[in-house]
């Protein structure tokens, strides 16, 4: 299992330098990490758990990308194709991928979480560069090094899965 997380390692730092150096993703890392993350929680929580909490994250994705299309088609007065100038296709793709290994809070937490920091990051480099005007947020590699980190901090918090939600009940019971 430890050589699965290392493969799962150097695939997000993979995604993580593609999108900060070109800007895009080859579309086969999404596949590959998919299939990757999917046999990790397999191993660890069964088939039938991998595939309840994908569909719920899966659901909240879908509900996510809903909210962000009715706000940009009532915001330009007409429907908008919300992957051509305000998502990408591999910030989509990795966000579907993540649902296959995390638990639906750990999906949400990660994924207000990721979009908090990612934001910092975008206005402290708008800042330093002193230019907004079409500046690229690479969204899906920030998030990719995020969950690297959450990987390789894991182990020193024994406590916290990411694979079921039991860590979260207890801390707001």
Not at 132 to 159: T, Y
């Amino acid at each position: 299992m430890i050589y699965l997380k290392v493969v799962i390692l150097m695939c997000l730092v993979f995604i993580f330098y593609q999108d900060l150096r070109y800007k895009a993703v080859y579309w086969i890392c999404f596949p590959i990490l998919a299939l990757l993350l999917f046999s990790l929680k397999f191993w660890e929580t069964g088939f039938l758990n991998t595939v309840i909490d994908a569909g719920y994250g899966l659901l909240f994705l879908l509900i996510q990308l809903l909210v962000l299309w009715g706000y940009f088609s009532i915001k330009h007065r007409r429907a908008v194709d919300i992957t051509n100038d305000h998502l990408g296709w591999g910030d989509i793709l990795f966000l579907v991928v993540l649902t296959l290994y995390l638990s639906p809070g750990n999906y949400i937490l990660f994924y207000i979480s990721s979009l908090f920091l990612v934001l910092i990051y975008a206005l402290c480099t708008a800042y330093l560069q002193k230019k907004n005007a079409g500046k690229h947020i690479p969204l899906a590699g920030l998030q990719a090094f995020l969950f690297a980190m959450i990987i390789i901090a894991h182990p020193l918090i024994p406590a916290i899965t990411l694979y079921n939600d039991n860590w979260i009940y207890t801390l707001v019971v």
